[in-house]
């Protein structure tokens, strides 16, 4: 939310922000507030398309500083949109901007634009240093201040809404936070940073009681917008207050004719007979009319005094804040990994709302949006999740819906093809439920699902960039020709939903038979992407990109967590020679201040294939995590893959920075053979083959030529030696879901 000015107002009394050496304590922060701040304040590359290494680095430093201090972190983050929809209209115009704001920085201007996978980079990082996160079903800012309120803790956030609830605790803004800057001895280690106290703003301005303060963020102003009428009652306090004479702002002005009321509903009845309403006595049981606004707005700052959220940190296994009927409707696994932040708010959001906000990117705003490219993967979701809604599913035969004797459930490995006598045995074997219907064949391709009683199809509501306009779009939601009920998603076999990920991604299994397991859902949304961009990426993009993910594997083998995590290489044959790779290869990063403008066309291409494996990603974990998920913080640099597509511009090869016999050499190799395999023609069977026909000619340079750089450039490598790469297995994944 946030409450306009009062920032401003708090920042410019000192009096209200006491100086604290912050240590020994819990904390909990406003995760969506840390990972803006941490990467707009430290001046990380927007224009590129985000530097997830250079974030994820700067996230361990701050999770570092805490733990030197003996401060224990407990993260909460928003989920979707809030489904009263409140606010709606305030996000919408958010959006607008951060188009324009996108446009901006593409042409070399001023603009603020959050990197698409800021938030799954943020999310994983914690993950895997054990640090407690909870995602809230919407807005978690009241979910943030009754935690803290019942630990009697302080809260890190950026939001200025916690300058009005209630926190005996106390408030942290983060930019008084000077995590960077410890002080103490060792053993006595603490943090600059200043705290706030609703009772210091009611002394400042002799307020009576903190009841008070949600009166005046209703009136002012928040994200949900003042009552209509609140001009009439500054224009007031303006001419009892000596006009425009006086040096205050209006909310000061407010909070100095709020000091003179000693009972809340006395100031509340003055409010409304200023806004004009007769009668309008303030009380809490009186219905319709401004008072019942105003109580039901001012509410939003009411704290409860026991938290959900300390249940879920103790280890409860309900899933925290107030859950939507629609929500309710998903199974009990996906809640779970929903609360724990493994669910994006793409698919929290169709299945509530039905509607879905896109991230702006950097790119060219005279092309297609770049969210266009993963449309079919979105389509798959919504199938998915709104199966319920369909009317035309029917159950052929007595299929009884009794799983206990099921086996291949989460965690255990897919083997051979979907669709193989494993599928076959589980549909069989009496999972099928009411909601997929069945007639012993397949259908021939995703199908829109239909609504009940009607013969429309049901569509989720896009909101995405035209131009520089944010348009309104009717998507259909497909369902995947491999059937996954939701309801029971859980107890299908890995084998079943790595067949519909990939069925989507038009992928063969096979064509991933030599990718190291936490690159292949890389690789396979790779050739989704080769076969979806328009304008199709050339053979110099997919260099890049590949180049890109092998300093990737050469940086995280160097990191603590890969022998913590996973199988990390037990040794390395020349680690000398590999790490001149990984030096050359950081040597064309685009540095920071260069005079040379964007390449929009280059920063398109690659904005296509992050919103491919955004949307890949969001599939991925609704089916249960099929593949594991790639080490996002190692897979993808926007500075170093564009100065790697401008060096092999200039006319050089790939393998120039990768010697021969090398084995960052034969990964490269590997990758790339794989990619050409996944982006060969699509199973005609598939959901994501015929979706478009346009020609192919163009970019396609050197596929199935000779020589080298090109496509099939150091072919028939089909494993790459497990002394590297081979990082991760699957088991690294399965806590996820414990």
Known sequence: MGVQGLTTVVEGNRDLLKDVKFRDSRLVIDGCSLYFWLYFKQGLDQQHGGDYDA??????????????CNIQPYVVIDGGIDPSDKKFSTVRERLKSKIREADS??????????????????????????????????????????LAHQWNCPVLSNDSDFYIFYLPG?????????????????SNRYIPARSYTTNGLCGLFGIARWEFLPLCAVLIGNDYGAPKDADKVFAMLDTCMGGGGRNTSRIEHLFLWLSSFTKLPDALEEVIGMMGEEGGKGKRGQKGGLSSHLWAAMHEYYITPQSSLAHWFSGGRTAPGEQTFALMQLPECLLQAAARGLLAPLVVDAVVMHRILLMPQVENSKLASSHCSARAIRQAIYGILLQREAHDVRVQGNISLDVRGMRGGRGQRGRGRAGSQGYRGWEQGSLFSTHVGFNGEQAASATPIQAQGSSAAICVEEYDRLDLNLKKNQVEAHSPRTPVPLH????????????ALLEVLGVKESALASV?????????????????????????????LLLGMVYGELSWNNQPEATQ?????????NLAAEHNVWAGLDRQRVRHGERRGLDVGVAHSFSQWQACLWSALCLNHLLLLPLPEPHLSWLFSGTLVHGLFRYLKGGRSAESLLPMGSLSGKLYSTLLDAVRKCSSKADPSSSAA??????????????????????????????IDNRFALLMNEEGYDEYWQ
């Open 55 to 68: 974030f994820a680095d700067l996230l361990t430093q701050f999770l570092s500083a805490l733990a030197a």
């Open 488 to 499: 029971a998603i859980e107890q299908a076999p890995v084998a079943v939903r790595l067949g």
């Open 105 to 146: 920085i593409a042409h070399g201007r001023n603009g603020s634009v959050l990197p698409i996978l800021t938030r799954d980079v943020f999310i994983q990082s914690l993950i895997q240093k054990g640090v407690p996160l909870v995602q809230c079903p919407a807005e978690a800012d009241w979910e943030i201040a009754c």
């Open 565 to 573: 995590l996973y199988h990390a290489v037990p040794c390395c044959p």
């Open 170 to 186: 106390g408030y942290l803004p983060l930019r008084f936070f000077q995590w960077t800057n410890l002080n103490g001895k060792a």
């Open 516 to 544: 190291t397991p936490h690159l292949k859902l890389a690789v396979a949304v790779t050739g989704f992407w080769l076969r979806e961009a328009v304008p199709t990426p050339s053979q110099l993009h997919l260099q890049a």
């Open 690 to 719: 015929g979706r478009r026909k346009r020609g192919r000619g163009r970019g396609r340079r050197g596929r199935g030529g000779g020589g080298r750089g090109a496509w099939g450039g150091w072919q028939g490598v089909e494993e």
